[in-house]
């Protein structure tokens, strides 16, 4: 057996994995109020709500920018689809501007 997969002296592969992502997600996502080291370093129970947190957050942005999304929709307007100006007719440009 690989010493690399022995889990009494250390984490195993899975949690390590799910760790390192956790840290990242705050770190990336906490709008610079965090680096890696002092995440990597904070107690698991703070870790864990500050991730919960953010997540939290950023769900319901995400339903927010949905429910946008729904009404321009309902609205007529498709995504992504700019609102015109009512012009009624082309302009001619056989007209000279007048010289000063």
Known sequence: MFPYLLTFFGLTPDYRLFLFKQIHEIVFHGGGGYDW????N???WLRRFTFETLREHFEKQNEEA???QNMMKNNGKSKGELSR???ASKPTYTTKAPRK
Not at 37 to 40: A, I
């Open 37 to 40: 080291n002092t995440v990597y």
């Open 42 to 44: 904070m107690p698991i």
């Open 66 to 68: 949905e429910k946008q």
């Open 85 to 87: 100006p009512n012009i």
